[in-house]
């Protein structure tokens, strides 16, 4: 079986992720794509006070309209920092009987340029096959966004600069040498701006999957001022 991981806070998980999920799947031949929330990255101070459980259970929701589609929770079971090496080593493990090939480890550009700092970063560039996706950069503000914290923070996350200068070159780094590139649909949806509609009572309905919508509107999560029905 050919296993493939996407890893996030999925604060919530929205049709961006779905979509970049059936890309792996249906481009690359993955038989199951692992949705893993993670339960505190290292490298962010996560925004809102959603639960871990809650995001969870939103992502299992989520994953029930696609049989290819499985919540993998052993961060959030794991507890304390979540990180990636760990949770390969993990699946690894898990899935030692039936795994074909290396896992596929989906990475968003936006990622790269501060891979290096990763726990392992090494260890993980060759144990896993790294799939690269697009991403729509958009560095998000304010109090619904999530913040770069420590030497993450220093990091430029842009590839290029307003004047069209390279800041990072991703054919020049030898931790993706060996990466594959998809050419994903770039959906201009994130899950902070999901959180600032719902928080102001605007419209988000098509924007995660309607189990998750459901979710949403039946907890009153993200504020009070929810007006989609």
Not at 69 to 80: A, L, N, Q, T, Y
Not at 181 to 196: A, C, G, K, W
Request: glycine share 6%; net charge neutral; with cysteine.
């Amino acid at each position: 079986m050919k296993i493939a991981v996407l890893g996030g806070s999925f604060n919530p998980i929205h049709i961006g992720h779905l979509a970049l999920a059936d890309e792996v799947c249906s481009v690359l031949h993955y038989d199951k794509l692992l949705f893993i929330p993670t339960y505190k990255p290292p490298h962010k101070e996560m925004a809102d006070s959603v639960s871990a459980q809650q995001r969870l259970e939103m992502v299992n929701l989520a994953c029930m309209e696609d049989g290819r589609f499985e919540v993998e929770s052993c961060e959030i079971d794991r507890g304390g920092l979540s990180y990636t090496y760990d949770t390969i080593l993990h699946l690894q493990k898990k899935y030692s009987g039936v795994l074909e090939g290396k896992i596929g480890l989906v990475m968003g550009d936006d990622l790269l340029p501060g891979f290096h700092l990763w726990n392992h970063a090494s260890d993980i560039a060759s144990m896993c096959q790294l799939i690269l996706a697009k991403r729509p950069f958009k560095k998000e503000k304010g109090s619904h966004a999530n913040k770069d914290k420590g030497d993450y923070a220093k990091v430029a996350y842009a590839t290029t600069d307003l004047d069209g200068n390279t800041l990072y070159d991703v054919n020049k780094d030898p931790l993706f040498k060996d990466a594959l590139s998809i050419q994903n649909p770039e959906l201009m949806v994130s899950s902070t701006e999901i959180r600032r509609r719902v928080a102001e009572g605007k419209p988000f309905k098509y924007l995660v999957p309607p189990s998750v919508f459901r979710y949403i509107n039946e907890r009153a999560i993200y504020g009070s001022n929810c007006i989609n029905k």
